[in-house]
């Protein structure tokens, strides 16, 4: 039988230890969590997640979601029941503002207790989470009256949320979207067109569905500056808040896809759909980019979340398989043979996946802190570096956090053998949901192009330079800590790779643009391990402080080191081959004719 | 709707231009394999696979098998007929003795003609995979009667074969097999036991099913010196070779897998089932592996042959996919985007994807190549040589190519975005159908312990010696070749890789066996790289000799030259991380205790 359990002293070691949560106690929210508080938190999110939500996650992917004759949609057994149970714990509004119904904690133990929750049941967790992307749209952009009609209900989980971007034509290149939209008299619009691939599109758990809609005013200019964005409830809402006409917006199909069967992906069809303009006209795409942007550190977040189940499932077989001897002598002479975790190849796998979920675990909640930062700090110049970091950490976490979670995934099922090939222990399913965390909220290529095409020069590199700074003051801070420079040294040395390659950028790319997306991926990648790579440095730094002060911890900390020195001695070599491939240009790309490939 | 197109003209640049097969002659059955012929038989094989095979590929997926309440096992619709086409085609026997029906041409041509057979559907292909698999131990341990018996039939392919080692508890670990073998009156023996994971354990495609059953025969020693082999038929043969009774040996169930849902993958119950030694008595392991490595080289083909349908798709979608602006300028002005095929991030995945497979393809055909001369030169010295070389390759390229082949999958996929998500374009397919060639046949931590364990030391280093000396002397020769510097330059700085830590390994691993252990996979995946980039050379200095004299295929050779630039300047530096990993050693993996992981 599969098993989860939530990494509840990891967590707590990075906010309290690493992050040191309890210095930010002056912004807004903070002051509420103490470290008794998050500790009671993290605790209480990871009994949902391990009970109500683990549990279904096998059976969900069996089941799968059915559309019926008359186009509802029915979920998995037992998934609204556990939706409910989230929704009664107020785990949607934990970081949303009080005013509109949330408990307005930091956005940081938000992101915490949402790797418990996806690890536990991916599929399940989408529902709330496209809702808490809808809700993080409309704050910013909704009007006073849709924030009263909507917000309340969509924080309580009674209403749930959707986006709608993508049309069988147009996904990335959005300027290509046809859905349009007719103006009304009563200032509404009518909606008609095809959306597909639209998660939590249709299903019967909530009482409402608050579809958010990128459509096409009519007469509005071609291209992504003609793009509005709608809300368009599934049904009507009257003026006394209840329920009223159904909308003429309906689910069509609903997708086979290879995972995340749990998670209703539906072709909704809008057939003059009644809908609301939100935010202004033909300013959609930057409405649409508050969920976009939310929504991908939530991606990141689920590849970290699968990786981590994964991982797991792989420990707990690999000490129980008996196969083959050590090769260092017997060590299990009762049996008949060793559990494979002796083999050193099996330990390289679990190693990898566990060092990279620890980094990734760190860069997530460090990430969230800068978001908590740019939102809520009183001092300018501290929100701006914040947001600055955000903006630049976000593809990079994205991108990162799912490639990896995904080969780690694959890596994980390798430890069962034969066994991780059959459905039944749950592995093929790891690695089938991982799958989709690459692709959604915009492919890992659009991740790579966002970072070196639009980040890296924005505000004349204001956000690179920060981060290089911020990484490079930290090894100058500890060169004279003996125990810190095995750390220190390879993360140095990562970091003069990350700036070379980006040097090279700079002086390659401005000529030939072909250049930057010839190396963006691999750009992304080289910024993630030297990113990671400092999220060890840090962990090493705070457990080596802490070794010293004599905390109890004792065990739990020296294995930290270890897994930092397993990373820079086994993993931040890879930024050697990053440069490479990066400073080895377009050329050998672009020299096939389109037919010639 | 998918496509495949066989890619002939590539086999046959490689038979003919790199391998330089006519230099053959001399070899038993390569007198027949005139180019002529060569090119009849690439081109039927083309034809059977597009027209026969590949239709079947997605509707078999979708369909699977299913056990029915008898026992009997069913296989998706059309595939009873595409298999007799196959066996009339006198495919399964193409390189099998004449003696025993087949028509004794080069195995080089099975393997280049099993491309394309596993590339249209691989599922499918494994049904007469396993019976090639059991021709070869039959021939090589069977008695002149039970050659008489099962050949003739099984090389025509109206009786197949399966192989059947692997049990709930064990399946890398064959000392721990508890099969029994209870000798019989009449020298047969009562086999009782449960086998898992037996592809093509049952189903009605073919007349008998002629299991190969390791069994372990009362009171013989424990582990793997124990360990026999067994003839066990579904139905009895008689004297006359007509079909009697049924044995008591039947599918207990069929497993839900992740992928190759066409092959019917069966638990099979022996009960007391009627089974005849082959081969001396336990020396079962030595049978068997004659169809172990004849089957490693099939999976390695595998993991090519997945990899180039997924490729093909990938560009038959890049190239309609209309989706953003090229970066260096509108490509398409008359549409409202542009292809995706201009990006330079597409083209990435899909070089990649190229230089592997046409690299795989060749290092395929130059150790099928191998396998014949090892098996059919009269020379000794040579003999040997291609023995050596063949067996140090067989973990390699099972290891490397269906590592890659899965990840360029999963690359040909990513292109897609979220359309390759969903069953319909076959992507998902791809992807779960290449997992299991990591798997089985050993998994690929196995071919690396193989590689590392056993075939580096064997014979003195002999067999690795052989291989510096081939790669080394082919940069020699070239030394003064200016058009060949870029590719033997990337090559030798390669090998240098290759040979540091080789050498690291003879001074780190005889006293601590762990540090061979914890490089074992970078090993081998170094080793390939080698590998692959050797061929890539080889193939450049033909491409430059076949311009230079005038050959009229001047894109495609050209194009061979910009590939082979892309693999030397992208793909070839991962040398350097697999070194450095390797030489980071075991130390970082085995300080965790079991428990702390």
Redesign the interface.
């Known amino acids: 039988m599969p098993v989860y359990q939530a990494p509840v002293n990891d967590t707590l070691f990075i906010l309290n230890d690493v992050l040191g949560l309890e210095r930010y106690g002056n912004l807004p929210g903070f002051a509420d969590a103490t470290p008794d508080m998050i500790e009671a938190i993290v605790g209480e999110a990871a009994r949902v997640a391990e009970e109500a939500l683990f549990p279904l996650n096998l059976s969900g992917d069996k089941q799968g979601c059915t559309r019926n004759a008359d186009g509802t949609v029915s979920v998995p057994d037992g998934f609204k029941q556990a939706y409910d149970q989230y929704c009664q714990g107020g785990w949607i509004g934990l970081a949303v503002p009080e005013e509109f119904g949330g408990q307005g904690l930091p956005y940081t133990l938000h992101a915490a207790v949402g790797e418990y929750m996806s690890s536990a049941n991916m599929s399940l967790m989408m529902y709330p989470g496209l809702t808490q992307g809808a809700i993080a749209a409309i704050i910013v952009h909704g009007s006073p009256e849709q924030k009263a009609t909507y917000l309340p209900k969509m924080v309580a989980g009674t209403w749930s949320g959707t986006m709608n971007l993508?049309e069988p034509?147009?996904?990335?290149?959005l300027?290509?979207l046809r859905t349009k939209a007719v103006p009304q008299a009563d200032g509404s619009y009518k909606i008609s067109g095809q959306k597909?691939?639209i998660s939590a599109g249709e299903h019967s758990m909530t009482d409402n569905i608050v579809h958010l809609v990128l459509a096409r005013i009519e007469g509005a200019p071609e291209g992504t500056k003609g793009i509005s964005l709608f809300i368009v409830p599934k049904f009507m809402v009257e003026e006394d808040g209840s329920l009223g006409a159904r909308n003429t917006v309906a689910c069509g199909a609903i997708?086979?896809?290879?995972?995340i069967h749990g998670n209703a992906t539906c072709v909704m069809n809008y057939d003059e759909a009644k809908g609301f303009l939100i935010g202004a006209e033909n300013k959609g795409l930057a409405a649409m980019f508050v969920m976009m942007n939310e929504a991908r550190l939530g991606v990141g977040l689920q590849g970290l979340s699968i990786a981590e189940t994964a991982y797991q499932n792989a420990?707990s077989y690999?000490?129980e398989r008996?196969?083959?001897r050590s090769?260092?002598g017997v060590k299990n002479p009762d049996g008949?043979?060793d559990?494979i975790?002796?083999?050193?190849?099996?330990?390289?796998s679990?190693?990898t996946i566990?060092a990279f979920n620890e980094a990734g675990r760190a860069f997530l909640l460090w990430t969230a802190l800068k978001s908590d930062i740019a939102h809520r700090s009183p001092d300018e110049a501290e929100r701006q570096n914040a947001d600055d970091l955000l903006g630049l950490a976000t593809p990079i976490l994205k991108g990162v956090l799912t490639d990896k979670g995904?080969d780690h995934a694959?890596m994980a099922?390798?430890v069962f053998?034969?066994h991780?090939?059959?459905?039944?222990h749950g592995m093929?399913q790891y690695?089938?949901d991982a799958?989709?965390t690459?692709?959604?909220e915009g492919?890992?290529?659009i991740q790579?192009?966002d970072l070196v095409g639009r980040k890296l020069a924005l505000n004349g590199g204001r956000a690179v330079m920060a981060m290089f700074k911020e990484i490079g003051d930290f090894c100058e801070e500890n060169r004279g800590d003996e125990a810190m420079v095995p750390y220190t040294k390879a993360l140095k040395k990562g970091l003069n790779d990350l700036q070379a390659a980006t040097m090279w950028f700079m002086q390659n790319a401005m000529a030939?643009?072909?250049n930057?997306?010839?190396g963006?991926?691999d750009y992304m990648h080289l910024f993630g391990l030297v990113t990671l790579g400092y999220m060890w440095a840090k962990m090493a730094k705070a457990a080596q402080e802490k070794l010293a002060a004599g905390d109890a911890r004792e065990?739990y900390l020296k294995?930290k080191l270890?897994t930092a020195?397993?990373f820079m001695?086994?993993v931040m070599?890879?930024t050697?081959?990053r440069k490479?491939?990066i400073e080895?240009g377009?050329e050998?790309?672009?020299?096939?004719s389109?037919e010639?490939?």
Not at 255 to 259: D, H, R
Not at 341 to 348: A, G, L
Not at 420 to 424: N, S
């Open positions: 993508t034509h147009c996904g990335t290149d300027g290509l597909i691939f997708e086979e896809k290879m995972g420990v690999a000490r008996i196969q083959g090769l260092s008949k043979a559990p975790i002796v083999h050193p190849d099996i330990r390289r679990l190693m566990r995904f694959v099922q390798q053998g034969g991780g090939y059959i459905e039944e093929s690695v089938r799958r989709i690459m692709i959604y492919a890992n290529g790579a192009l030939k643009p072909d930057a997306g010839a963006s991926t065990d294995n270890i020195k397993f001695e086994k070599p890879e050697v081959l490479a491939r080895a377009a050998s790309l672009m020299e096939f389109a010639a490939f």
